[in-house]
């Protein structure tokens, strides 16, 4: 299986001026590329593109700065161009699983800029890196490569910083597992309760994203294309990385640490494009990374060997008894403990909600949960039997649990 090693490095000004000619000459391929897209009524295919957009493009007086960078990013920022098409195309017919995908768009001096290099475009010597027509690089080898990389991506982010992004293959591992399998309940206050009863806390960003909103409203304030609002902007950037950092390493060691101590790892397939059509919650959520979280625990669950599990979103988890099966309907959000009225067990309602996405992971079913759902006839007790267990049971399916 492939992988991707991300390591940072810090160019000399030579090399920064190197670079930024070669994200300008990328980024204008693409954008004439695809302004040439848009244009044709039938989509040209890349060596068509190539002709237009490089090699008859270095004979313009215009466009003959392209030929100061090396000519194998160029090429491959076309090829880019034709799989964003594919990929937009294949999400318009339903080809293609997950989200669906817009349609290329034309990049922009201000935002991520970054440039791939192939197999005769880059070489590994000692500790550096040497890239065509850039020159040697000394990045912080972090970790070691576990095998030769296919191709060499020079990144730049909003806030200035470098990095370069290695393709490698990455043989499985065999680890034993301590648990069989292990249900995760995802929230916001608490990231992730396990049906074992430990808890992740989610990492505090508040402070993080109260800078961010008071810079926002002074950038809108201030002149496009001066100083201190450009100023402004990197600041905001800078911010926003703190906070992409800060969650990623959380992500990478919660999931790291579940996986290997877990055979089987089942999660519950949230809808966050709905959830987040909350205004309230609509932040909170978006800086949890939920999708990151799952994207990382199905990476991982490949190289070590596990089982990773999603079940449906409309599985009642938090309605359910996790010992009984006994079924007490919709919860508020503010209710936080329940006393199951049948087999009178306290619940933590994330921890039972955990627990329900284990069993129903693993294919286990209580036997009340199957008569319900496969049965309308059958109810799990009557009203008269529910009647001797509390009296509250005939006005409402759940109890608030706050005391003993």
Not at 266 to 275: F, H, M, P, R, Y
Request: aromatic residues 8%; hydrophobic residues 35%.
């Amino acid at each position: 299986m492939k992988a991707r090693y991300q390591y940072r490095f810090y160019p000399s000004d030579q090399q920064r001026q190197s670079l930024a000619r070669l994200f300008g000459c990328v980024r204008v391929v693409w954008n004439d590329a695809l302004a040439i897209c848009k244009q044709s009524e039938k989509l040209p295919s890349n060596n068509d593109l190539q002709k237009l957009v490089i090699t008859q493009a270095k004979k313009k007086v215009e466009r003959q700065w392209l030929s100061e960078v090396s000519n194998i990013p160029l090429q491959q920022s076309v090829a880019d161009l034709g799989v964003a098409y594919k990929n937009f195309f294949d999400s318009l017919k339903g080809k293609r699983k997950g989200k669906k995908v817009g349609s290329p768009k034309f990049k922009k001096k201000t935002n991520q800029q970054s440039a791939r290099f192939r197999i005769g475009g880059f070489a590994i010597k000692g500790q550096e890196v040497y890239l065509a027509k850039i020159g040697n690089i000394k990045p912080i080898w972090s970790r070691e490569l576990p095998s030769a990389p296919s191709s060499v991506t020079v990144i730049k982010d909003a806030a200035n910083r470098y990095f370069l992004s290695l393709v490698v293959e990455v043989e499985p591992v065999q680890l034993d597992a301590e648990n069989q399998s292990i249900g995760i309940d995802l929230g916001i206050k608490t990231f992730a309760v396990m049906s074992d009863g430990s808890k992740a806390q989610s990492p505090n960003y508040s402070k993080a994203d109260r800078q961010i909103r008071q810079l926002q409203k002074r950038l809108a304030r201030q002149q496009k294309g001066s100083n201190r609002r450009h100023k402004t902007r990197l600041q905001i950037a800078k911010l926003h990385n703190r906070i992409a950092d800060t969650r990623k390493d959380f992500l990478h060691k919660l999931s790291t640490k579940i996986v290997r101590e877990n055979q089987t790892i089942i999660l519950e397939d949230l809808n966050v494009s709905g959830l987040v059509k909350n205004r309230r919650l609509a932040r909170a959520i978006s800086l949890q990374g939920w999708r990151e979280f799952r994207t990382l625990c199905v990476a991982k669950s490949q190289k070590f060997g596990r089982v990773f599990h999603v079940i449906s979103q409309w599985e009642p988890t938090s309605q359910i008894c996790s010992e009984c099966g006994y079924k007490w309907g919709k919860l508020d959000l503010k209710v936080r403990s329940v006393r199951c009225l049948n087999c009178g067990t306290k619940h933590d309602r994330d921890e039972n909600a955990a627990k329900n996405i284990n069993q129903v992971g693993i294919g286990h079913c209580h036997d009340s949960k199957r008569t319900q759902r496969q049965s309308k006839t059958i109810s799990v007790a009557s009203v008269s039997e529910a009647s001797s267990v509390s009296p509250l049971l005939q006005h409402g399916e759940y109890v608030n649990f706050n005391g003993p």
